[in-house]
T-cell receptor
């Protein structure tokens, strides 16, 4: 079946540095990628929606200059956490609708990235 | 707007016990409904889904029926196993390339 591959699965970085998270669709074209953030013991909060070849749409309260999203190709979307701070520590997950006949029902998730900023 | 409400956990059960996790939703139109499961340290996996009223989704012994009249999609399993221990999320999605809307998740712990 379709797979969304997310890397890295775990990263520890120092305050002030930037971290890039990649999500690749392995056997389908992901024209849209959703980026979620999950706080400990909380649900997933949608951060932004990226569309291939256009600017990402950010949810209210999400700083677009801090969370840079790039969707340069149909198989790759990236989220860069810039100038990371400890409060950015979280679990980040990407998700792509399968598209085609399954667009109404299917959404595939990456494995998630646990970011720890020290 | 769309929203999902599910029972708060944690839920702790003994092996082979009956499980129910309640989920209700508010949505415009006719959404598809899902249950996702998240094992410790991992991403989300689709457990089951239903796309229209009265549909029953089932997988690995879990079942949920799309009840339009009560706007519910309760998750049930007749006999839970230790391996079912995870966080379970109820979610909905309207048609098109729209994101999933999740409930807060229910942590299930099954003890031997």
């Amino acid at each position: 079946g379709a797979v969304v591959s997310q890397h890295p699965s775990r990263v520890i970085c120092k305050s002030g540095t930037s971290v890039k998270i990649e999500c690749r669709s392995l056997d389908f074209q992901a024209t849209t990628m959703f980026w979620y953030r999950q706080f400990p013991k909380k649900s997933l909060m949608l951060m932004a929606t990226s569309n291939e070849g256009s600017k990402a749409t950010y949810e209210q309260g999400v700083e677009k200059d801090k969370f840079l999203i790039n969707h340069a190709s149909l198989t790759l979307s990236t989220l860069t956490v810039t100038s990371a701070h400890p409060e950015d520590s979280s679990f980040y997950i990407c998700s792509a609708p399968a598209g085609g006949k399954r667009s109404v029902t299917e959404a595939f998730f990456g494995q998630g990235t646990r970011l720890t900023v020290v | 707007g769309n929203s999902v409400t599910q029972m708060e956990g944690p839920v702790t059960l003994s092996e082979e016990a009956f499980l129910t996790i309640n989920c209700t939703y508010t949505a415009t139109g006719y959404p598809s409904l899902f249950w996702y499961v998240q094992y410790p340290g991992e991403g989300l996996q689709l457990l089951l889904k239903a796309t229209k009223a009265d549909d029953k989704g089932s997988n690995k012994g879990f079942e949920a029926t799309y009840r339009k009249e009560t706007t519910s999609f309760h998750l049930e399993k007749g006999s839970v196993q230790v391996s079912d221990s995870a966080v379970h999320f109820c979610a909905l999605r309207n048609s098109g390339n729209t994101p999933l809307v999740f409930g807060k998740g229910t942590r299930l712990s099954v003890i031997a």
